[in-house]
């Protein structure tokens, strides 16, 4: 039983790793893959967004998965997956292995959330189940600790090669410093290498789930199945009940018919309470949860928060919520469902208001700079380095005392790009503007859906004579540190908002407030709807906050966060303490 619920455990860890392990890789990807591989803020934020793509693909046909292969297969399938994309990623030379090595990850990690859980409820005891859902979520937030720690590993390792480089003449200096923040996201990844061995060999040596082999007919194999985690006489009466389970009993199967089963789909017992679960999984994302989590350390150095100070504000973020997740389970059937998501969701909107007014502030002193940098454009591109010359004709000659950050928006037609520059990064790259680094190939899908005049995709033509306009060229001072930590704070009360309220009472409201009848289908669009919102917000994040600024995000998730608020206040029943089959029937009223 310990081995079972450590091989699960390490499956929740995994889950964790794939969601935040981004966020202390990211800074030094941007740093150089961006300048390496000519990387746009769309292609970045794709990077990001993949994971959640990959667990959207993967969630749809992982229960079906599960039930073809067994629930054990199945794990061993995720965590190969999960370890096969670690060499990719951090082996990539180019944008699309990178993007597929994160794409796998979330094919795996979608898995892993979806049979992992199932292969509890099926093996654990009933006394043992809630020990058991209570360590896989634990282990998540665990697992997003371990990925912020060793972000933090990295980030003070890149920290001591920039002060190791600075005797060194510029051009070693920026090699140097670049090899360092190269080196840095690659180890990141390589790091998780270990727990997705662990878990793929652990789950080779568990058992299969005894209620699936019982369906398919191998009574022998569920009992001894059983005999590994129940004493023999738990066991075969467990087994007894798995049987009498799975007969053909024709008196339900008649009630079924003429009773519940008849009620057409549209009726209002199973209408609203599947359009609520929709509308409340679908606002869960919206509050920029998955973001927040994957771009912590952009945010907070954006913020004013320096490199490895970010990652340990990173480390405490994620040491919060899985401090708050364990305060959460305990009071989840104390206090009920609605009061822990109005509560949580109302410390979510103030933190979101202050983080957006302190970056309304910071965002206030910009300074326009589009007239300089149009005049300097040349044969349609533009190159400049932020040092003293430049800032002195951008008139910010006392970056030596406040460090100044240029933020540049351009487009060549349809095809957009953001980039930025901070006067005190030691290797001081090139900001280069160019046709051949912005406007991208035609792909296959562009081509298939522009033949069918549907045009999701840019259209290289419309790019190759279009020129270069600068939308937007601000130049400002970087935040102070206390400014940092002022944003670091909100962070603190965003996170624990979330995770006492919304973290965990959304997954319990999901399952039941959906009907018998539509549950597993429901859900499974609910759940589809959920990953597609924060998809969408991951996948937009960095082209949006470098055209419209960090408050304008900050402000749109807190406008539906009070939705969220309004919605748990005035539409979701209290479901703590009842039946399922209460639940329905108020809904059915």
Known sequence: MGFLLFIAGMGGLL????????????????????????????????????????????????????????????MVLSGVLFTLSIPLIALADGYIPLLLGRLLQGVSGGLIGVIVPLYLAECLHARQRGRGAALFQLLLTIGLVAAAVIGLMQANSVESATAAAQHLAESERTAAVFAAKDHAWRSIFWWCLTPGLIFTLGALLLAESPRWLARRGRIEEARTALLRTRPADEAEAELREIQQALAPDTSTANAAVTGRAADPLISRRYMLPFLLACLILALNQATGINSVLAYVVNILNQAGLPGATANA??????????????????????????????????????????????????????????????????????????????????????????????????????????????SDDAALPLLHLSREDTVQADSVIGVFFRKLHLNPFADPAEGLNAPLRIERADIAAVPSTSHGWQVALAMCLFVAGFAVGPGVCVWLALSELMPTRIRSNGMSIALLINQFVSTMIAATFLPTVGQYGYATMFFWWAGSTLLYFLTAAFLLPETKGKTLEEIEARFAR
Do not use: H
């Not at 964790?16 to 970045?44: F, H, K, M, N």
């Not at 990001?48 to 793509?53: F, K, M």
């Not at 009071?331 to 949580?344: E, H, I, N, T, Y």
């Open 313 to 422: 504000g990173d480390v405490a973020l994620k040491v919060l919520n899985a401090l708050m997740t364990i305060v959460a389970v305990v009071l989840v059937d104390r206090k009920g469902r609605k009061f822990l998501l109005m509560l949580g969701t109302g410390c979510i909107v103030t933190a979101l208001l202050a983080a957006g007014l302190l970056f309304r502030s910071a965002e206030a002193e910009q300074r326009d700079v589009r007239p300089m940098l149009q005049a300097q454009i040349q044969s349609d591109s533009l190159s400049l380095r932020l040092d003293a010359a430049t800032l002195q004709s951008f008139g910010a000659a006392n970056a030596a005392q406040a460090p100044v950050q240029l933020t540049v928006a351009y487009s060549y037609g349809p095809f957009t790009n953001v980039q930025t520059r901070r």
């Open 15 to 74: 889950y964790g790793i794939d969601v935040g392990i981004i966020a202390g890789a990211l800074p030094y990807l941007e740093s150089t893959a961006s300048v390496a591989w000519r990387l746009s803020a769309q292609q970045l934020s794709f990077i990001v967004a993949a994971v959640l793509l990959g667990s959207v693909l993967s969630s749809l046909f992982a229960g079906a998965l599960a039930d073809w292969i067994g629930r054990r297969w199945a």
